[in-house]
């Protein structure tokens, strides 16, 4: 079946590091690649999301690319605020299905 | 523009009873989905929605869970006899419908506590 692999966190940072976080997956066909944020108190948000492969997701200052050939979709982010702070999911939805697959979540506490 | 909303945010309820969560969703989203959050761990898919009808039903643990959906909008999700395992978070999220890939936008979910 399909499956999601990410880094466990927690991950800690100081204010302008570089934060990368990794995600694997397992999948049949060609899925769509997600990452989505859980901010401390909100909902879970779309953050970004690459549709095929060599694809790359951008948006608040991160990054993902669609790797097709290491079946991975890394977030990465060059300078990191204390407002990053959140949980991070990555997930997949397979071509043919409708449901999201997540990975188990990443915490990220960055500190001024 | 109302978001995704849930119903209650937070229910605490004892073990054997039974609990009902809603889930409204953006309107004219025809696809509705329910997963679950436990503490610690990653998001499950319970059910997805397209319409009134339940094409997936693969997440659904056991017969215990049952949901609903009337009118192509309101989602019910019922747990019968409530066990402490059923203690999460759980999330409705809609999209339009028309393609797999689009975005799921989330509900701020039900944290339910089974004593």
């Known amino acids: 079946g399909n499956s999601v692999t990410q880094m466990e966190g927690p991950v800690t940072l100081s204010e302008e590091a570089f934060l990368t976080i990794n995600c694997t997956y397992t999948?049949?066909?060609?899925?769509?690649l997600f990452w989505y944020v859980q901010y401390p108190g909100e909902g879970l948000q779309l953050l970004l999301k690459a549709t095929k492969a060599d694809d790359k997701g951008s948006n608040k200052g991160f990054e993902a690319t669609y790797r097709k050939e290491t079946t991975s979709f890394h977030l990465e982010k060059g300078s990191v605020q204390v407002s990053d702070s959140a949980v991070y999911f990555c997930a997949l939805i397979w071509a043919a299905g409708n449901k999201l697959t997540f990975g188990g979540g990443t915490r990220v506490l960055v500190k001024p | 523009g109302a978001g995704v909303s849930q119903s209650p945010s937070n229910k605490v309820t004892e073990k054997g009873k039974d609990v009902e969560l809603r889930c409204d969703p953006i309107s004219g989203h025809t696809a509705l989905y329910w997963y679950r959050q436990r503490l610690g761990q990653g998001l499950e898919f319970l059910i997805y929605?397209?319409?009134?009808?339940?094409?997936?039903k693969s997440g659904l643990p056991s017969d215990r869970f049952s949901a609903e959906r009337t009118g192509e909008s309101v989602s019910t999700l019922t747990i019968q006899r409530t066990q402490q395992e059923d203690s999460a978070v759980y999330l409705c999220?809609?999209?339009?419908?028309?393609?797999?890939?689009?975005?799921?936008?989330f509900g701020p979910g039900t944290r339910l506590t089974v004593l």
């Open positions: 999948a049949t066909g060609y899925p769509s």
């Open positions: 929605f397209q319409g009134n009808s339940a094409p997936d």
């Open positions: 999220a809609s999209n339009p419908g028309y393609s797999s890939y689009n975005e799921q936008f």
